[in-house]
C-alpha cells in the first residue's frame, strides 16, 4: 500500500512554503511551490499529470511545464530547492517507513488541509480588499 498521496503532496509543500499551493495566484512563491508539488508527486507516485494537476486545479499542460519550471529552481533558487529536499527526505522516511499511519497521522492531514483552505481564503481576502481600496479611491 502506498502511503504517499498527492493530497499529502500538496500539503507538505503548502507548509514548508506557509502558502497555499491550490490557489491561482502567479506569484513566483506560488509557481515555485506548485513546481516542487508536480516534482515530488511524479517521483513519488504512479499518478498521470492530468491526476496531479487536478489537485491543485491545473490541468496536464501546466504540469508539464511546471516540471520545466523545476529547472530553474535547481539552477537559480537555492531556498526554494532546500523546501525540495526537505520535502523529499519526509516523503523517503514515509516511503521506507513500514509502519502506518495512526490516528493522530489521520488527524494532522485533516488539519494540513483545513489550514490549506484557510490559507487559500486569506490570499483570496487580501485580493478582494485591496481591490475595494483601489474601486472607492
Same mark, same amino acid.
Given at each position: 500500500?502506498?502511503? &504517499?498521496?498527492?493530497?499529502?503532496?500538496?500539503?507538505?509543500?503548502? %507548509?514548508?512554503?506557509?502558502?497555499? &499551493?491550490?490557489?491561482?495566484?502567479?506569484? %513566483? *512563491? $506560488?509557481? $515555485?511551490?506548485?513546481?516542487?508539488?508536480?516534482?515530488?508527486?511524479?517521483? $513519488?507516485?504512479?499518478?498521470?499529470?492530468?491526476?496531479?494537476?487536478?489537485? =491543485?486545479?491545473?490541468?496536464?499542460? !501546466?504540469?508539464?511545464?511546471?516540471?520545466? =519550471? #523545476?529547472?530553474? &529552481?535547481?539552477?537559480?533558487?537555492? *531556498?526554494?530547492? *532546500? =523546501?525540495? #529536499?526537505?520535502?523529499?527526505?519526509?516523503?523517503?522516511?514515509?516511503? /521506507? !517507513?513500514?509502519? #502506518?499511519? /495512526?490516528? !493522530?497521522?489521520?488527524?494532522?492531514? @485533516?488539519?494540513?488541509?483545513? @489550514?490549506?483552505?484557510?490559507?487559500?481564503?486569506?490570499?483570496?481576502?487580501?485580493?478582494?480588499?485591496?481591490?475595494?481600496?483601489?474601486?472607492?479611491?
Amino acid at each position: 500500500m502506498n502511503k &504517499i498521496t498527492l493530497q499529502g503532496i500538496k500539503g507538505m509543500v503548502s %507548509r514548508k512554503l506557509q502558502i497555499g &499551493i491550490g490557489s491561482p495566484i502567479r506569484q %513566483r *512563491n $506560488y509557481v $515555485y511551490g506548485r513546481a516542487i508539488y508536480y516534482k515530488l508527486a511524479k517521483e $513519488y507516485t504512479h499518478h498521470t499529470f492530468k491526476d496531479i494537476g487536478q489537485v =491543485v486545479k491545473k490541468d496536464h499542460a !501546466s504540469v508539464i511545464h511546471g516540471m520545466k =519550471v #523545476f529547472e530553474v &529552481i535547481e539552477m537559480y533558487s537555492d *531556498n526554494m530547492i *532546500n =523546501v525540495y #529536499f526537505e520535502c523529499k527526505k519526509l516523503l523517503d522516511n514515509i516511503k /521506507n !517507513s513500514d509502519e #502506518f499511519p /495512526n490516528e !493522530s497521522d489521520f488527524w494532522r492531514d @485533516k488539519y494540513e488541509n483545513i @489550514k490549506e483552505l484557510y490559507l487559500i481564503t486569506k490570499d483570496k481576502l487580501a485580493e478582494y480588499e485591496k481591490q475595494e481600496v483601489t474601486t472607492t479611491n
